[in-house]
């Protein structure tokens, strides 16, 4: 597994997560700061010193054990015998019934599964992990505002971000979003010139078949009337309007 990421890289498990665009360009600076170890941003096994929170988007597993536990158990993780069915219920929902004990909580056996999982797991189970969390504190927060709903995730990061004077994030926050920049400009513009492509592709194709329609139907029915004249059986007629 790699020690840590480029930005390209996190961009791409996010889109292919499905995270939008829109998002992505806000909260890839955001976790480079997040998850920087002895200076290095995106470090695969990032860990906080003070609450158990894990990998590059640094989610915690005290305030989002559902989402550790759906991406583990959909990711085929070894889960076994580590919740009690009235936690998976409840796990696999994200809800507490109203007469119910909240059970969510991991143990200390579990949480060690959890950041096991995010050393083991490639980065695209990671951003499956983002987008789940996003999304629930979307219906939270009932907003969509991408900015609204990563501050109340990231409040820290996002407030040095928002800080002039802090020297160390705003020079983390100023490189990370010029490469997000380059990056995102690249992949626009290469899915424009692929789409570009595909249009001549389908335009020559579509013209060559109406040149050559004849002569490739010709040659096909050459074909197979010399198959039938070897097995003894008379040539097929020529199809009216080839």
């Known amino acids: 597994m790699e020690d840590n990421y480029t930005t390209q890289q996190v961009i791409e498990a996010l889109f292919d997560a499905g995270v939008p665009q829109q998002v992505i360009e806000l909260v890839v600076p955001i976790a480079a700061y997040e998850s920087r170890v002895d200076g290095v941003p995106f470090v695969h096994e990032a860990a906080d010193a003070l609450s158990p929170s894990y990998g590059v988007f640094q989610i915690n597993v ?24 009235d936690q998976i219920m409840q796990l696999t929902n994200n809800v507490v019934g109203e007469d119910d004990k909240d059970v969510r909580a991991f143990s200390d056996e579990a949480q060690e599964k959890a950041k096991t999982f ?9 951003a499956r992990l983002f987008k789940k969390v996003y ?11 991408p900015m609204t709903i990563l501050k109340s995730m990231y409040t820290l990061t996002v407030n040095k971000y928002e800080d002039e004077t802090n020297e160390d994030a705003q020079a983390v926050k100023t490189k990370i979003e010029e490469e997000v920049d380059k ?34 139907m010709s040659l ?3 074909q197979v009337n010399k198959q039938r004249k070897e097995a003894g059986l008379p040539a097929v007629p020529r199809r009216v309007g080839r």
Not at 64 to 75: G, I, L, S, T
Not at 135 to 145: F, G, H, R, Y
């Open 62 to 85: 005290d305030s989002e054990p559902a989402f550790y536990y759906q991406v583990m158990r959909d990711a085929g993780f070894n889960i076994d015998n580590l919740f009690t069915k």
């Open 118 to 126: 995010i050393a083991k797991s490639p980065l695209i189970e990671q």
């Open 135 to 145: 999304n629930n504190k979307s219906k939270e927060l009932n907003t969509d505002d």
């Open 183 to 216: 990056a995102i400009g690249q992949k626009t513009k290469l899915e424009a010139d692929m789409n570009l492509f595909k249009e001549v592709d389908e335009q020559s194709m579509q013209e060559y078949e109406s040149k050559y329609a004849d002569l490739s």
């Open 220 to 222: 096909i029915e050459k």
